[in-house]
């Protein structure tokens, strides 16, 4: 079955860096769109950016331009969310989702990766 | 950027019809899908392509796109829909956006 499985909880100080991975199994690793999605305590998801695995092709929000980087390596079927310059506000839990493709649904989703920006 | 608006809470009482709303400019000229997310639990997708029903997803469960505003619609609302929601559409062929999210009593 389709499994993003995501790397664990993560305390970072403020104008750190932090990496998160996503772990796909259960399918064709560059056939799928990997998406990373976030949501702070208490409050609704927003999209931070779009990877297209095949090609290594990648779209951003624009809120997040220059501090945020996607990646992926198609040898172990993982991808990557790189996130710079850690403020409190990017205290969150990060998650990993699939699409087939532009304008499809996010149907399979990663467990969530708490990542908290801390002094 | 493309705007999404949702009201943020709904409530309804079991047995009855819940609608859950979200705005946007001709959103009808865009596909719209709709999660429900629990809490301490990850999204999960339950409309897609403005109407389609994922397998898993109780036929209670449907939506319509019409104008400037979505509708997921939940009938016979049970205790175990209570959630929040969001619809998400995609600006452009790379960039996502979500509404604020609906929070659903029963």
């Known amino acids: 079955q389709v499994q993003l499985a995501q790397s664990g909880a993560e305390v970072q100080k403020p104008g750190a860096s932090v990496k998160v991975s996503c772990k796909a199994s259960g399918y064709t690793f560059t056939a799928y769109d990997i998406n990373w999605v976030r949501q702070a305590a208490g409050q609704g998801l927003e999209w931070m950016g779009w990877?297209?695995?095949?090609?290594?092709?990648?779209a951003y929000a624009q809120k997040l331009q220059g501090r945020v980087s996607i990646t992926r390596d198609t040898s172990i079927n993982t991808a990557y969310l790189e996130l710079s310059s850690l403020t409190y506000d990017d205290t969150a839990v990060y998650y990993c989702?699939?699409?087939?493709?532009?304008?499809?649904?996010?149907?399979?989703w990663g467990q969530g990766t708490l990542v908290t920006v801390s002094s | 950027s493309y705007v999404l608006t949702q009201p943020p809470s709904v409530s309804v009482a079991p047995g009855k019809t819940a609608r859950i709303t979200c705005g946007g400019n001709n959103i009808g000229t865009k596909t719209v899908h709709w999660y429900q997310q629990k809490p301490v639990q990850a999204p999960v997708l339950v409309i897609y392509?403005?109407?389609d029903r994922p397998s898993g997803i109780p036929e209670r469960f449907s939506g319509s796109n019409s104008g400037n505003t979505a509708t997921l619609t939940i009938s016979g609302v049970e205790a175990g829909d209570e959630a929040d929601y969001y619809c998400q559409v995609w600006d452009s062929p790379t960039r996502a956006v979500f509404g604020g999210g609906t929070k659903l009593t029963v």
């Open positions: 989702a699939r699409a087939s493709g532009s304008y499809y649904p996010f149907g399979s």
């Open positions: 990877l297209n695995t095949n090609s290594g092709n990648t």
């Open positions: 392509w403005d109407k």
